[in-house]
């Protein structure tokens, strides 16, 4: 009914750049926000950055100043801009999105699957 599909993961070097893309479909009739996590192995899945329906944005502290969120409402796709990448940025990213599902008007908390990036030395 309402899936998240990710995008633009790879291998890239340290201080390399990344775009990641993450794109809503099926009933949907409203997003509130949408986001960026990642997780390691062995490690929490921790959040890197948010953005509402309005445009306001959060990000983690470990990735200020190098990681940019932002979104397209038309087409339901958030973006993880990823720039100065370094190996501790590792992980598997997945994105979340806060959706108002269309018909029955039910409020749901969606994962994409996860894409993959490693930076390397």
């Known amino acids: 009914q309402v899936q998240l599909v990710e995008s633009g993961g790879g291998l890239v070097q340290a201080g390399g750049s990344l775009r990641l893309s993450c794109a809503a479909s099926?009933?949907?009739?409203?997003?509130?926000?949408m986001g960026w996590y990642r997780q390691a192995p062995g490690k929490e899945r921790e959040l890197v950055a948010t953005?509402?329906?309005?445009?306001?944005?959060k990000t983690a502290d470990s990735v200020k100043g190098r990681f940019t969120i932002s979104r397209d409402n038309a087409k339901n796709t958030v973006y993880l801009q990823m720039n100065s990448l370094k190996p501790e940025d590792t992980s598997v990213y997945y994105c979340?999105?806060?959706?108002?599902?269309?018909?029955?008007?039910?409020?749901?908390?969606?994962w994409g699957q996860g894409t993959q990036v490693t930076v390397s030395s």
């Open positions: 099926g009933s949907i009739f409203s997003i509130n926000a």
């Open positions: 953005i509402t329906s309005g445009g306001s944005t």
């Open positions: 979340n999105a806060l959706i108002l599902r269309s018909i029955t008007l039910r409020v749901g908390d969606y």
